[in-house]
């Protein structure tokens, strides 16, 4: 029997404006802190074999949550309540001992989950076969890459079917092989009855996985539900806006290679939808492309042009207002114009793309390149609606 019940958890951090305010509330004087909350006014349950994913935002407070349930923190506010036997594997390496061995981890973790002498010897030849490190399970954990640390927790949370199982985004690091035979455990032990909590950014595997999903944001749980509709609405009313941010913040304008003799200079670009800046779309959604230039010099006629790129670097789609037969110019020296490039549908397949940028004369930039501007900004393109699809491409398409 593996049931999870949250009651109006919370939890917050002390913070103090001065080293000296912890010293003097231990010698009794007034508060000298605020509080921070990272969660706050937490409930639901998990039934017993229900599979519930938790999602949102870095920072959003999952993780912290997972610590609260599993005891590893304790809460400022509320309380969690767990029956039947626990295997959690959350922050990557917790609870392992740098200097011991493999081996002498996996003891050390089964003997803190209960197991006596007798029964880790039993599991270890299974647990040494599903972590597949060879003979670096008598090595010392600190010489262990991330994707093999993973291997051994994950091997000596799972060796015995748990009642409840939490599972942290720890599996994220770890090789697609080994992603494989984890999620088929998974799987395995969902079907044998296990309760499972699940954190991760994956939507596919939390719709594969998870009966339920649950979204987390700002510390608070903002929506509880089927998973396929609780991430529809983390898509559209979260993602975007963070990953907008991510972008600008990341990879802000003007941070790509620029040449040119800057005959024509181009002030700045932007990238928009129905109006509104951003960097995150929807695969199949309207897109523009601002683009302002300024000459430094007359100029009778130049080009512009741009060119999409994956995030390999592959050249996707490009063009430019010489082969649209739209004449540009005269400007006179320090004169402005702006050039717009638009897309009634937007046809990319999801994933991150950059625009390159050229201001030149004639059909291309060896006829005299003014300014060539490469990763002038960079954005998103986000799963459409409707049946999943992978590729650079987003096209209209029917089954019949």
């Known amino acids: 029997m593996g049931t999870l019940t949250i009651k109006g958890l919370g939890k917050a951090y002390r913070q103090y404006t001065h080293p000296t305010g912890r010293i ?3 010698m009794g004087f007034a508060p000298r802190h605020t509080l921070t909350w990272i969660l706050r006014d937490i409930n639901f349950s998990v039934a017993a074999g229900e599979s519930v994913g938790l999602i949102g935002r870095n920072g959003a407070g999952k993780s912290t949550l997972l610590k609260l349930i599993t005891g590893v923190s304790t809460p400022t506010e509320g309380f969690s309540h767990m029956a039947g ?23 050390m973790q089964g003997y803190l989950q209960g197991f006596g002498q007798a029964e880790v010897e039993a599991l270890m030849p299974e647990i040494e076969a599903f972590a597949e490190i060879g003979s670096y399970l008598d090595r010392p954990v600190r010489i262990y890459s991330s994707g093999m640390q993973v291997r051994l927790a994950f091997s000596v949370a799972t060796a015995l079917r748990p009642d409840i199982l939490i599972v942290d985004e720890a599996l994220a690091v770890g090789d697609a092989y080994f992603q494989h035979k984890c999620f088929d455990r998974i799987r395995r032990y969902r079907a044998e009855g296990t309760t499972l909590l699940f954190v991760s950014h994956d939507p596919s595997a939390v719709k594969s996985l998870c009966d339920r999903a649950v979204l987390i944001d700002e510390g608070r749980i903002i929506r509880d539900g089927d998973p396929a509709d609780v991430l529809d609405y983390y898509n559209a009313l979260i993602a975007p806006k963070a990953s907008d941010s991510e972008i600008r913040e990341g990879t802000p304008n003007g941070t790509g290679t620029r040449s040119g003799n800057g005959a024509v200079n181009i002030l700045e670009v932007d990238f928009s939808s129905g109006g509104e800046s951003l960097r995150v779309i929807g695969a199949g959604q309207a897109a523009n492309i601002r683009i ?30 010489h082969h649209m037969s739209q004449n540009l110019g005269p400007l006179e020296n320090a004169g402005i114009q702006e050039i717009n490039f638009g897309f009634p549908s937007l046809a990319l397949g999801s994933g991150y793309y950059s625009v390159t940028l050229a201001a030149h004369a004639d059909s291309d930039h060896l006829a005299g390149s003014y300014d060539w501007w490469e990763r002038a900004l960079i954005f998103q393109v986000l799963p459409a609606s409707g049946p999943h699809t992978i590729g650079v491409c987003h096209m209209p398409i029917t089954c019949y």
Do not use: C
């Open 24 to 26: 003097l509330e231990w």
């Open 292 to 321: 302002k230039v300024q000459a430094r010099q007359k100029i009778e006629n130049f080009t512009i042009g741009f060119l999409i790129k994956d995030r390999l670097g592959n050249d996707v789609f490009g063009s430019n207002t």
């Open 85 to 107: 036997r626990v295997a959690a594997l959350l922050e990557l390496g917790l609870g392992f001992h740098a200097e011991f061995t493999g081996r002498q981890n996996v003891y």
